[in-house]
């Protein structure tokens, strides 16, 4: 089976650059996509098709995919910014594959 | 407006049976990938099954022979139908609208999630 490993927690003060990390076999060979998921709330996709942003998410939000690793970039974290962060790539036709996801704490 | 709602869910007894409905507005579910996708209890996300637009379904390997997804294009509405279930079943279930194979495959589009608790 095929696994995509994230650090369990992030932290970074407000203001600064947050790097989430997502590794995987040739992840580089695949695309790469990031959800953003606050308490209670269903996931929003942050991050598709390794670095392009959906309408109405933030300039702040960044995504590159290459070698092992994917990675999401906060630049400029926010308070609002706090929440849950995972990776996903579909690694064959009718597979999917989330990371275990990552905890960003700003303070 | 894209909208997804999410309904079916509860408690039911461990071997049950239990079926999810998604109930999609704002576009066409047979025009599109359909996924479900569960979360357990403060745990993190699972993809659980994908039905494709030209009607492929696959399951991920915990669920195959178990669960079955289907869609009604005449009610523009995703399901789920899920036999033996069991205590790890117990989830949070989402349906979720994929972006297609163009844009790199991923889920643009969620609903807000329907509790299956599976317990005695």
């Known amino acids: 089976s095929y696994d995509l490993t994230q650090p369990p927690s992030v932290s970074v003060s407000p203001g600064q650059t947050a790097t989430i990390t997502c590794s995987g076999d040739?992840?580089?060979?695949?695309?790469a996509c990031w959800y953003q998921q606050k308490p209670g709330q269903s996931p929003v996709l942050v991050i598709y098709?390794?670095?392009k942003r959906p309408s109405g998410i933030p300039e702040r939000f960044s995504g590159s995919n290459s070698g092992n690793t994917a990675t999401l970039t906060i630049s400029g974290s926010q308070a609002m910014d706090e929440a849950q962060y995972y990776c996903?790539?579909?690694?064959?036709?009718?597979?999917?594959?989330f990371g275990g996801g990552t905890k960003l704490t700003v303070l | 407006e894209v909208q997804l709602v999410e309904s079916g869910g509860g408690l039911i007894q461990p071997g049950g049976s239990l079926r999810l409905s998604c109930a999609a507005s704002?576009?066409?579910?047979?025009?599109?990938?359909m996924s479900w996708v569960r979360q357990a209890p403060g745990k993190g996300l699972e993809w659980v099954s994908v039905?494709?637009?030209?009607?492929?379904?696959f399951y991920a390997d915990s669920v195959k022979g178990r669960f079955t997804i289907s869609r009604d294009n005449s009610e523009n509405t995703l399901y789920l139908q899920m036999n033996s279930l069991r205590a790890a079943d117990m989830a949070v279930y989402y349906c979720a609208r994929d972006l297609g194979a163009a844009a790199g495959l991923a889920f643009d589009s969620w609903g807000q999630g329907t509790l299956v608790t599976v317990s005695s």
């Open positions: 098709q390794d670095d």
């Open positions: 704002g576009f066409t579910v047979s025009s599109n990938y």
């Open positions: 039905i494709y637009s030209g009607g492929s379904t």
């Open positions: 040739q992840l580089g060979d695949k695309y």
């Open positions: 996903q790539a579909w690694v064959s036709r009718g597979s999917v594959v």
